[in-house]
């Protein structure tokens, strides 16, 4: 079956640093581009970063420069380091496939599905 777990976050203050992990199984990890998204409080789930199968990346405006995605293929592992954290990053931070990625940001494949989220918290 297809997982997609993602583990990591926690409660931060702002300017601090979490790096969050993606452990995937059920499926050939290197032959998708996997990405990040999350989902505050009454806003609709966004899009943050994603990486290509070649390790190209696409970062949200609003997180660019401060976050970077990477992926380990042997551990079938995607990272998201995530520095100078604001509280408006609060949120569930979830992992999935990518159908595609262009300049304008990256499109989940849910099909595969989400998995379980992790709460990050940046609060004074």
């Known amino acids: 079956d297809v997982q997609l777990q993602a583990s990591g976050g926690g409660l931060v203050q702002p300017g601090g640093s979490l790096r969050l992990s993606c452990a995937a199984s059920?499926?050939?990890?290197?032959?998708?581009?996997i990405g990040w998204f999350r989902q505050a409080p009454g806003k609709e789930r966004e899009g943050i970063s994603c990486?290509?199968?070649?390790?190209?990346?696409y970062s949200a405006d609003s997180v660019k420069g401060r976050f970077t995605i990477s992926r380990d293929n042997a551990k079938n592992t995607v990272y998201l380091q995530m520095n100078s954290l604001k509280p408006e990053d609060t949120a569930v931070y979830y992992c999935?496939?990518?159908?595609?990625?262009?300049?304008?940001?990256?499109?989940?494949?849910?099909?595969?599905?989400w998995g379980k989220g992790t709460l990050v918290t940046v609060s004074s």
């Open positions: 999935a496939t990518v159908i595609r990625m262009n300049w304008a940001g990256c499109y989940p494949n849910t099909v595969m599905g």
């Open positions: 059920g499926f050939r990890f290197d032959d998708y581009a």
């Open positions: 990486i290509s199968i070649n390790g190209g990346t």
